[in-house]
């Protein structure tokens, strides 16, 4: 007999397919809800980045061992409640890095030079009437990174080709040739492009606040990978709207699926659906990554990717 797994993301079709012959799935929305068959039995949980699997859910699975996250970002999960039951949690790092730290460049690339409009205006008939406006050149700018992390390395590798300086704040400094800013507040004001590569939670909410938007000015261009709740988006959408910031690309947002609506009419703002580490190849590699810590769990062997204590 198949055990019971319990499912609150939204997965690709090829793991959900391999999900389907292994176990008989409980499906219920991200943070649990709607969960209304009985779950003594249910041993283990799939979440994803956007999942929400609180202390409170935790408590309605007694038998709950192992919490496997599809995506690296795991703030959504209450890890101490899981660490207090002895409940073990797995993530997928580095098989997405690249194509988040892609995604980051596309974005910074596409807000600077306006790509956005570029398609519109060549293909609307306007470039009969004149030339394109232009745009902010990217090559020798200087960038802030909040969190050099995996994805914050893989971005500042990639802007060294570039030629773009390098500068990067966190929790303290890394042995790396990059200028170290002790606050965002200080890295805003020393860049042009402020990328924002760092995870969610209590300790990065809302580092990216009015003040910080205000340092990195009206010449400056925010963008983020790395979770909506790191910025202040009410105060990201009225210093745009006003243009005491000169452009923001976003991939995540405070409320997904509902970008701040005063960003919505915005000219200088590029938007993506929180689709940075959605390849075929990348999806298919954090699937694989899903199974086997499912399958190291039910064999009894060491995990492959638990999140670090
Ligand atoms: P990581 O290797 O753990 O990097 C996170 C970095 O953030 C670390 O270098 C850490 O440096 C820094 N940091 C942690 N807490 C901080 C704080 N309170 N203030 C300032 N810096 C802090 O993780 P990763 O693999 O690079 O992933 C980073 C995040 O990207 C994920 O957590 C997720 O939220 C996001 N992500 C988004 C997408 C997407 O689809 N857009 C896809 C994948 C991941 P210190 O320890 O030195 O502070
Ligand atoms: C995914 C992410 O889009 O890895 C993360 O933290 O946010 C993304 O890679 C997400 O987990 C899948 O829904």
């Known amino acids: ?48 980045g956007e999942s929400r699997v609180s202390r409170e859910l935790i408590g309605r699975l007694p038998a709950l061992q192992l919490i496997v996250v599809f995506g690296v970002g795991y703030d959504g999960v209450d890890v101490q409640a899981a660490r207090e039951r002895g409940i073990q949690v797995t993530h997928t790092p580095d098989v997405l890095t690249d194509d988040v730290a892609d995604l980051a460049i596309t974005l910074l690339l596409g807000i600077a030079r306006n790509t956005r409009q570029a398609d519109q205006f060549a293909r609307s008939g306007a470039w009969a009437n004149g030339p394109f406006p232009f745009s902010r050149k990217v090559s020798g700018a200087r960038l802030g990174i909040i969190g050099l992390g995996r994805i914050g390395a893989a971005i500042a590798r990639r802007a060294a080709g570039f030629e773009m300086s390098v500068a990067y704040t966190g929790r303290r400094p890394q042995a790396v040739d990059y ?40 010449e400056g261009y925010l963008i983020n990978v790395g979770r909506g709740s790191v910025v202040d988006e009410a105060a990201l959408a009225d210093a745009l709207a006003h243009r005491r910031l000169a452009g ?16 919505l009419a915005l000219d200088n703002v590029l938007l993506a659906p929180h689709m940075a580490s959605a390849t075929w190849s990348t999806r298919r590699a954090m699937s694989d990554l899903v199974l086997a810590n499912l399958q190291a769990w039910a064999d009894g062997k060491p995990l492959p990717t638990p999140v670090p204590e």
């Not at 799935?25 to 949980?45: F, P, Y």
């Not at 860049?191 to 938007?213: E, I, K, R, Y």
């Open 1 to 48: 007999m198949k055990s019971r797994l319990l499912k609150i993301a939204r997965l690709p079709a090829m793991l959900d397919e391999q999900l389907h012959a292994r176990y008989e799935v409980v499906e219920a929305g991200e943070d649990g809800s709607g969960l209304s068959a009985a779950t003594d039995d249910i041993r283990a949980m799939v979440a994803n």
């Open 179 to 218: 200028r170290y800013y002790p606050s965002a507040l200080e890295l805003a004001a020393a860049v042009d492009f402020l990328v924002v590569a760092v995870g969610g939670g209590a300790s990065t909410f809302h580092l990216v606040d009015a003040q910080v938007l205000e340092a990195l000015g009206p």
């Open 248 to 263: 923001a690309a976003l991939d995540v947002f405070e409320n997904e699926p509902h970008p701040h609506p005063g960003l």
